[in-house]
């Protein structure tokens, strides 16, 4: 017989409706045996078996119910049946259970919480401790910052014996109290856990913590002191070590820092961390008095960088002192570091020279011209010490001279449209071309990339006239070379009284100027077209009269508006964008750039970086071409429109020199400017080849002279198409 669902609710209601409650209530059964997820059945039996007084039956089909509505993922409707259920049988532990964690499943954690301690309590009242450690520890796990729930937790398992696991609570509870902020209940709890096991490092730590967070200092090195095995190192010891040096407590913070290299070598952390105190508070003798026996170890553990930085540091501390010099050639010697040996050797000589130790300065300094037998500095070094001892004859010669070297920045060409043309009549401001560096042999290659190396290791020691006369050296070889001038703008920005930096502060324009030329030497396109706009700018604004702050700021704006395409674009066999250039553009990677070397500049009016910021980001003009914003004042206006107009004749004299073969005047569709062009001479030539009517006419017109060959020695008229690369 085939299942009909209508026919069994038919029965069941004509059934109720003659007071028969059992048989309906089987007439639905026979509807679950076919549909078991039926929800209204559901509900419906087990109201039924409510009218009856049979609860426990009712609660059964309740909680089916309950549960197709938590596997459908309606846990609201969930927990209004585990609701009903809980009201019906109010002393059943179960429903309480499962509503509690249906409304941790919600995040409501204001109706759970209450729910877990109802059943706690349930739990400790019929002696079910472990019952009621399994639900705290289950709403610490939803609410791991409850305070309160855990001190609960930690006091339970304490009544229950299990001092372990109270202690660990304990503490656990102490730092978070801590963390929060509240001493009174960390010291507490921490106490709780001390009298538990009078010697818990992590109780003690804990409670040292919090006293020196209230300033307790002394009462913070007290609880640690009586902590055993110092000197075995770890948290403990490092918290320790770092109230005797906040406090300036040298003795005992020397005596554990040695106490724990003594115990083992290899833990030289903590005479590490006091040696860089020591010589952050002046204290240079004992800081090399530790260094001397701690400095093997460290090298042996490969930490010669940190040894090194030490020994620099101390030799600057202690100038008169021979011994960090010795030992900064031995660390070099040790990890066969013959890059930076000829540079220990040279300051360990002039020390010896300083004192007259002049036998031991002969030696270091016959090993420097050993090493560097093509080095004069070396040689006169070495001969100066032999004429001291009276083994050189002749009078000491004459210093070098110093020499000054200017960087020549080069100015862009003035733009050509076309290639087919002579040249324009310059205008006041004429400009040279700029031609491509040729590529650098790899001899200069070599030489850069030596030179590179020693200018970071002049800096480290702090030789900065070392340093810039030897990025201009490397100028002197490659003048276009990026990365070095980039490292002379940083060097003379930050020379103190240096020469170059006075000129510098006097003229901000250079620093602007070095930014464009930056631009140039990563793409001669862009770097042409920032400097053609910034003579524009200043050409144009001269003839309308402005003149100071005005045209300074134009101009300086002018030469930076592009710079960021340096980095937006990626140069490497075809242009492409790089991932910072995809993401930020080149207007907010300039407005980083501009700002980073003015940065250096503290006296650099804010008035003025406001403007050429504003400039910068609005020089696109328009919103939909990515400028957000506007351009607001004149000087902002005028950049725009430059820098337009520049861009359009580019475009203009490229799409000519492309089609320079095609017939006719007319070029193809350039979609940049969205129209064809006209090529004006081939036009006009056009139409003069058509007017000649004779042949007379036309041989005369071959033997005449070209345009740039005249016969009366006159100068040729200006043609503003000439054929220029730009």
């Keep these: 017989m085939a299942y009909n669902k209508s026919k069994f ?66 846990l609201t409707k969930a927990i209004a049946v585990y609701k009903r259920i809980a009201k019906l049988a109010p002393e059943e532990i179960r429903p309480l259970e499962k509503l509690a964690d249906l409304y941790v499943q919600q995040g409501v954690m204001s109706e759970a919480r209450p729910l877990f301690l109802q059943l706690a309590e349930i739990h400790l009242k019929n002696n079910r401790q472990p019952e009621a450690v399994g639900l705290l520890k289950k709403l610490l796990l939803a609410e791991p910052d409850n305070l309160r729930i855990q ?50 490092l992590a109780a003690i730590i804990v409670k040292a913590r919090s006293a020196s967070a209230q300033g307790n200092s002394t009462a913070a090195a007290a609880l640690l002191e009586q902590v055993p095995d110092l000197e075995k190192g770890g948290e403990q010891t490092e918290l320790l070590l770092d109230l005797y040096l906040k406090n300036a407590r040298w003795e005992p913070a020397t005596a554990l820092a040695l106490r724990v290299f003594t115990a083992d070598e290899k833990n030289f952390g903590p005479t590490q961390k006091l040696i860089e105190a020591l010589l952050e508070s002046g204290q240079g003798e004992k800081a090399m008095a530790i260094l001397e026996k701690s400095r093997t170890p460290m090298i042996d553990a490969g930490e010669h960088e940190v040894v090194s930085r030490l020994l620099n540091e101390l030799a600057a501390r202690l100038p008169g002192r021979i011994e960090p010099l010795e030992w900064l050639v031995e660390t070099y010697g040790r990890t066969s570091d013959s890059f930076r040996m000829p540079d220990a050797l040279a300051q360990l000589g002039d020390a010896l020279v300083a004192v007259k130790l002049y036998d031991r300065a002969k030696q270091v300094f016959e090993q420097l011209v050993d090493r560097e037998p093509e080095s004069d500095s070396a040689k006169r070094k070495l001969n100066d010490v032999l004429r001291k001892m009276g083994l050189l004859s002749g009078e000491e010669p004459p210093p070098p001279p110093v020499e000054h070297h200017e960087l020549e920045l080069p100015k862009a060409p003035a733009p050509k449209i076309r290639p087919d ?114 003579r524009y700018a200043r ?188």
């Design 9 to 74: 609710v038919e029965a069941a209601q004509k059934l109720l409706n003659q007071g028969k409650v059992p048989q309906a209530i089987s007439e639905y059964q026979q509807i679950l045996k076919y549909e078991p997820r039926d929800q209204v059945t559901l509900m419906t039996v087990g109201e039924l078996y409510i009218r009856q007084g049979e609860t426990f039956q009712a609660i059964d089909y309740f909680e089916r119910l309950a549960q197709i509505f938590v596997g459908d993922g309606f």
């Design 151 to 200: 001190i609960r937790l930690a006091d339970l398992y304490q009544a229950m014996g299990q001092t372990r696991e109270a202690i660990d609570t304990y503490v656990s509870a102490a730092q978070r109290a801590i963390a929060r902020g509240d001493h009174a209940e960390c010291e507490k709890l921490a106490d709780k856990a001390i009298k538990l096991e009078p010697n818990n």
């Design 421 to 534: 043309m002579p040249s324009a009549e310059p205008v006041e401001v004429a400009a040279s071309s700029t031609p491509s560096e040729p590529p650098l042999d790899k001899d200069t290659q070599k030489f850069i990339a030596q030179s590179l190396t020693d200018v970071d290791l002049f800096a480290s020691y702090g030789l900065t006239q070392k340093a810039i006369g030897l990025l201009e050296a490397i100028l002197r070889r490659a003048p276009r070379h990026t990365p070095t001038l980039e490292k002379l703008l940083d060097f003379v920005l930050g020379a103190g009284d240096d020469r170059r930096t006075a000129e510098l502060a006097r003229s901000r324009q250079e620093v602007i100027h070095c930014l464009a030329r930056a631009a140039e030497f990563r793409d001669d396109d862009t770097g042409r077209h920032v400097m053609r706009v910034g």
């Design 539 to 726: 050409v144009i604004a001269q003839q309308l009269g402005w003149s100071g702050a005005a045209l300074d700021t134009l101009e300086q704006a002018a030469q930076l508006h592009d710079i960021g395409k340096i980095h937006e674009l990626t140069y490497n066999r075809s242009f492409s964008y790089t991932t910072r250039g995809q993401l930020l553009g080149h207007m907010i990677i300039e407005l980083e750039m501009l700002q980073a070397k003015l940065a250096k500049f503290p006296d650099f009016p804010s008035e003025t970086k406001t403007l050429l910021e504003h400039m910068i980001i609005s020089h696109h003009g328009q919103y939909d071409f990515g400028s957000p914003k506007l351009p607001m004042f004149p000087e902002a206006l005028m950049l725009h429109y430059l820098d337009d107009l520049d861009s359009k004749m580019e475009s203009i004299r490229a799409h000519f020199e492309r089609e320079i073969g095609a017939e006719g005047p007319w070029t193809s569709y350039n979609s940049s400017l969205g129209r064809p062009l006209l090529d004006a001479r081939k036009f006009e030539q056009g139409e003069k080849a058509a007017a000649k009517t004779s042949p007379e006419e036309r041989a005369a017109e071959t033997s005449s002279p070209t345009p740039t060959e005249q016969t009366d020695g006159s100068e040729p008229a200006p043609d503003l198409f000439s054929e220029q690369k730009i």
